[in-house]
């Protein structure tokens, strides 16, 4: 992993959506793997800006959704799919057949978890996976445990991540959410790690120590070897 310091949110945001069109510009029909978040917020918009120049920039680019709450339903304006749609797949107009989504209003989780997973191993592996950092060091919903989970998932979400938005925490199972697994983050050709937003201070200091531990799963992409992992300096 490539630790790269940047100023700040925009310095962060600019330097990681460079890298991106790099990429596409070499490969336009790359797979990518978005997260939503406040973390990848600037970027997309760095993306934006970029298509209004070149439409073409990202005519054949693919998307997959990394994750999605279990709890509110996908019309919710605070889902993933919501985030998505006015951040990434609206403003650069990636059509739907070009765009890989899930839910999670489904009886039967494991079949919608093994189509997903099969899209990613027939399609995949990913050219781009974006992370964020969770403030418990969890990566898309890989939360610390015991053991992480290889393929796409349905996660139990840690009390943290219900707490960074207020709305999860209504209904009557434990909060979950359905998730890429570490699998398919650790096989993606390049990852895009963005260290960013209140409270990652600790997480950061955990990654930093080196040791690769289940307690706190941002510490495994020291074992993959593309890594660009973005921290701004105003937030560490
Ligand atoms: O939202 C997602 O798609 C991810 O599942 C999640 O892992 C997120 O990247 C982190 O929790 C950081 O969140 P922020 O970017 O909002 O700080």
Not at 27 to 42: E, I, N, Q, V, Y
Not at 58 to 71: C, L, N, P
Not at 139 to 160: R, T, V
Request: hydrophobic share 35%; charged share 20%; net charge negative.
């Amino acid at each position: 992993m490539e630790i790269i310091p940047v100023k700040n949110y925009a310095d962060l945001s600019e330097k990681a959506s460079a890298s991106i069109i790099q990429s596409v510009k070499e490969k336009p029909d790359l797979l990518f793997c978005a997260a939503t978040g406040g973390s990848p917020t600037g970027m997309y918009a760095q993306m934006h800006q970029a298509h209004a120049a070149d439409p073409s920039l990202f005519s054949a680019m693919r998307t997959i959704k990394m994750d999605e709450w279990g709890i509110i339903p996908s019309e919710h304006p605070d889902s993933c799919e919501s985030y998505l749609k006015k951040h990434l797949l609206g403003p650069l107009e990636i059509s739907e057949d070009r765009y890989v989504s899930f839910d999670t209003h489904v009886k039967d989780f494991q079949a919608e978890c093994d189509r997903v997973q099969g899209y990613i191993e027939q399609e995949g592996p990913m050219d781009i996976c974006i992370l964020g950092l969770g403030k418990n060091g969890h990566i898309a919903f890989n939360e610390p445990g015991e053991y992480l989970q290889a393929p796409f998932h349905k996660a139990i979400l840690a009390e943290s991540t219900i707490q960074h938005d207020p709305a999860l925490s209504q209904g009557a199972e434990p909060a979950f959410g359905l998730c890429v697994g570490m699998e398919g983050i650790l096989q993606a050709k390049k990852i895009i790690f963005l260290i960013t937003g209140k409270g990652k201070q600790d997480a950061y200091k955990t990654i930093m120590e080196k040791k690769i531990t289940t307690s706190c799963p941002a510490t495994f992409l020291w074992m993959h070897p593309n890594v660009e992992c973005y921290v701004d300096q105003e937030a560490i």
